[in-house]
């Protein structure tokens, strides 16, 4: 009989999926492990209960969270909810705005900020300005395109055929345009038409051939026919524009409902003009995105160049600085990104993190100094079986975490440290679903979903339960109310550090068994953690269907407060006294198997106290026949 000792020292590598309990040769499974739930995986390799959630208001049905980052001591939450906009502020809602985007339409929302000012955009909707004027003064408007000389400067485009040609009835004033072909849509009403350089605002489409129109000045080119005439780009006919960024002091619009593939540069430091004058260093700049297949734009990113992520690839734009002559547009990587919804791509340290348009690959976009060009790895190859319908990611980089929000109703964690080479996935599981996440003002946000109602709840590193409530009282007290949103819901939580068992909430309140001063309660979450099989090889070969039984587990903890483990006998919790405990926890194990891909043992607690694992030693017997 052989007696094999085994180390774990870390968990770094993350919970792997289960194709890969056959490959112990891989060092992702020397540091990975089979399942690991609610937890966090350090830098140094060790792992921790995840934080809990402190309850921080009701919502008012499904939306999806944003940050709004005044500057660095003023960062804001935005809830945008059917109808409404939500502003939070240290987990106080600051103000409640009326805005135009229903429940159906939030999934394609997109934005970015410059200063005190959130640009929103949709496709189907006018963008929309969401500005902070004072500390409780926040107005959402539609954006205003620059006029100069009394001429709107938005994008214009060409939709209908070259040869189609507009004949003005007059060249000032009240006028008639007659389009040489079906031309004109009720939409059209108000919107501002280009003839030549000259500009008319329709006021009544007669038919789709004729509408009245204003103009703006005088025709140049009098009463004659001309095919020298634009619309606008964006209208309510032809839609919005679908993503926007800052770059280069220009406002990027990429993308829109009836010109998917397209990208409009503003004016250099005039982000509402985009009139491209006469090609001038500083004017603005359009351009498509041409090539084998469609593409269409679904989020363009301020880094390194101007990088475009499409249904079907990921480009750039480069030039130093970007002018009409110096733009090269470049192809790199085919991978695409959702057309479902908007999933905006999040920077860490200059990577730019993207979902795959398959719905299966986080990939990470980045330059290579090698090759001259951005490659785009995937960062969920070796934790595929996390990804159950990816819908949102959130980086919070105090804690080094993506969050990767699932339509299952669960979050996919990914600790990143790329000079260290951790990039470890977990999975985060609640009493209920997680809709949204977003990370503002350094702290990390979700809304979550439990038996139908919503709440916005903040992850809190000193909290063991979720949709939680703390208080303190000056004298100790059994009855603690402020637990109306669980109304009808058993909680757990602790009493002056201490757990409580489980306790009904009624008319809001819980009743302790003794009076205490420090009182924490909410729902109860289970960390779980099991390691991977043996990865031993045998003189004669893999440990593959040879008997074999753990003899002892020895796991190394640091403040650890609780510790229920299963090592042959069944979950058991641990002694380890009234304060929090460091050191090594002994614990026996028994039980012949020949299943070697089955964890030889498993940790599991509901308890809302810290939990710190540091490595773990096996001890094993394997029988020589």
Not at 59 to 74: D, Q, T, V, Y
Not at 524 to 529: E, K, L, S, W
Request: charged share 25%; net charge neutral.
């Amino acid at each position: 009989m052989t007696r094999i000792n085994t180390l774990k020292t870390n968990f770094s590598a993350g919970e792997l999926a289960p194709r890969l309990a056959g490959r112990p040769d891989l060092a992702a499974y020397r540091d990975g492990a089979r399942r690991l739930r609610n937890v966090s995986v350090h830098a140094t390799g060790g792992l921790s209960r995840r934080p809990g959630l402190a309850f921080i208001e009701a919502a008012p049905g499904p939306g999806r969270l944003a940050a709004f980052e005044f500057n660095a001591e003023e960062g804001y939450l935005l809830l945008f909810a059917d109808r409404t906009l939500r502003i939070y502020r240290d987990g106080v809602r600051e103000a409640l705005i009326a805005a135009p985007w229903r429940e159906a339409d939030l999934a394609q929302l997109n934005w970015t900020q410059t200063a005190d000012t959130l640009l929103v955009v949709h496709p189907d909707y006018p963008p929309q300005t969401v500005t902070r004027r004072a500390a409780d003064d926040w107005r959402i408007a539609p954006w205003e395109w620059a006029e100069r000389a009394g001429r709107s400067r938005q994008p214009y485009h060409r939709y209908t055929e070259p040869s189609v040609t507009l004949t003005p009835s007059g060249a000032s004033g009240r006028i008639t345009l007659t389009a040489s072909a079906p031309t004109f849509a009720p939409e059209d009403a108000g919107q501002a038409f280009r003839i030549g350089a000259d500009e008319v605002r329709i006021a009544r489409v007669l038919s789709a051939t004729r509408a009245e129109a204003d103009v703006t000045g005088a025709l140049a080119g009098g009463t004659a026919a001309t095919p020298d005439w634009r619309e606008p780009a964006f209208s309510p006919r032809r839609g919005w524009p679908v993503s926007a960024v800052f770059h280069q002091n220009r406002l990027v619009l990429g993308g829109g409902r009836s010109l998917p593939d397209r990208l409009w540069l503003s004016r250099s430091g005039a982000f509402f003009d985009f009139d491209p004058g006469t090609g001038l260093d500083d004017e603005a700049i359009a351009f498509p995105l041409l090539a084998d297949q469609a593409n269409a734009v679904r989020a363009v990113v301020s880094g390194r160049h101007l990088q475009v992520f499409t249904s079907g690839a990921e480009w750039t734009v480069s030039g130093d600085p970007l002018t009409p002559a110096s733009i090269q547009l470049r192809r790199q990587t085919r991978i695409g990104s959702p057309a479902d919804r908007a999933v905006r791509p999040v920077d860490v340290e200059g990577a730019v993190l993207f979902l795959a348009r398959n719905g299966r690959e986080l990939r990470e976009f980045l330059f290579a100094d090698a090759e001259l060009a951005y490659r785009a790895q995937d960062l969920a190859l070796l934790a595929g079986h996390l990804f159950t319908g990816p819908a949102e990611l959130a980086w919070d980089g105090a804690a080094r975490r993506l969050l990767v929000v699932m339509g299952d109703g669960s979050i996919a964690a990914l600790t990143a440290w790329r000079t260290e080479g951790v990039h470890a996935w977990t999975r985060f599981e609640t009493d209920g679903a997680f809709r949204s996440a977003a990370v503002a003002g350094g702290a990390a946000w979700a809304l979550v979903e439990r038996d139908g109602r919503f709440s916005v709840e903040r992850f809190d590193e000193t909290l063991g339960v979720d949709a939680a409530v703390s208080a303190t009282a000056a004298r100790p007290t059994r009855s603690w109310s402020g637990l109306a949103h669980l109304e009808g819901r058993t909680v757990v939580g602790t009493a002056d550090g201490r757990a409580f068992p489980e306790r009904p909430v009624s008319g809001g309140r819980i009743l302790l068994d003794a009076p205490a001063s420090d009182v924490q309660a909410g729902l109860a979450f289970a960390h779980r953690i099991e390691p991977l099989a043996p990865g031993v090889q045998l003189a004669r070969g893999a440990m593959q269907g040879v008997a074999h039984r753990a003899v002892r587990v020895v796991l190394r903890l640091q403040d650890t407060r609780t510790l229920r483990c299963d090592t042959g006998f069944g979950l058991r919790r641990a002694a380890l006294g009234e304060g929090p405990f460091t050191g090594d926890v002994s614990l026996g194990a028994g039980g012949w198997r020949r299943d070697g891909a089955a964890p030889l043992w498993r940790i599991e607690d509901e308890s809302p106290l810290p939990f710190h694992l540091l490595s773990a030693a096996t001890e094993l017997k394997v029988t020589d026949i």
